[in-house]
């Protein structure tokens, strides 16, 4: 049972350049998230799916796409990277419909964009 | 823009002690409150969730929630070296969550 996957953990882009971080998740979830995380700081949702099908924007979604291939996987396109996307971008899953549940975190892609 | 505050710290600590963590929230409307581990260069690890009014406490943990005020805290009892990390407060609501920019702990021997 690996949990949360994420490809690849690292990463660098030329501005403009273009790339897709892949998430998977083995637990059965239904709801699956994208953040990323400035240093110092904490993790601002870019978008999320709360089922298989659908997808919302979080609060930065600007200059990302994402695609809920799945049930099992949730990914998260660059279309031309800026250097302001420069981040560590987490990736995590929940079950849904029980309003106490955790969210299980990746293990995060560290994307560098010169 | 729903606002999850904490303060950045460093909170210093000597080990044994109490570590007391705060964290408040802008949007009365949430409906479960979540603390999370972060060790540095690593993913967020749950330690604690509670959604109800009151204390919940797990081992050396204890979250407290006040709604009224909007306000939850996590008391760290009996220190250790190993709990210097920082620590994220995260809102949920309606399947969405807010997260603070946390409070770097450290835990000195």
């Known amino acids: 049972n690996a949990g949360v996957t994420q490809t690849p ?11 897709t971080l892949q998430c998977a998740q083995d637990m059965n979830h239904n709801s699956m998230y994208w953040y990323r995380q400035d240093p110092g700081m904490g993790l601002r949702l870019i978008y999320y799916s709360a089922s298989e099908g659908t997808t919302d924007k979080g609060e ?3 200059g990302y796409n994402v695609s809920r291939l799945n049930k099992r996987e949730f990914s998260l396109r660059l279309e ?3 250097p302001s996307q420069t981040s560590v971008y987490f990736c995590a899953s929940r079950p849904f419909g029980d309003r106490i549940t955790e969210q299980y975190f990746g293990p995060g892609t560290r994307l560098t964009v010169t | 823009q729903k606002e999850v505050e904490q303060n950045s710290g460093p909170l210093s600590v000597p080990e044994g002690a109490i570590a007391s963590l705060n964290c408040t929230y802008s949007d009365r409307g949430s409906q479960s409150f979540f603390w999370y581990r972060q060790y540095s260069g690593k993913s ?9 009014n009151g204390d ?9 929630l006040n709604k009224a005020s909007q306000y939850v805290s996590l008391l760290i009892r009996d220190s250790q070296p190993s709990d210097s990390a920082t620590y994220l407060c995260a809102v ?3 399947n969405k969550f807010y997260f603070g920019s946390g409070t770097k702990l450290n835990v000195k021997p």
């Open chain 1, 9 to 19: 953990k690292f990463q660098v882009l030329k501005t403009g350049q273009s790339m």
């Open chain 1, 60 to 62: 930065v979604p600007n």
């Open chain 1, 80 to 82: 031309s990277a800026a």
């Open chain 2, 44 to 52: 967020p690890e749950l330690i604690m969730s509670i959604y109800s």
């Open chain 2, 56 to 64: 919940k406490e797990d081992g050396r943990f204890t979250a407290q």
């Open chain 2, 92 to 94: 949920n609501g309606f």
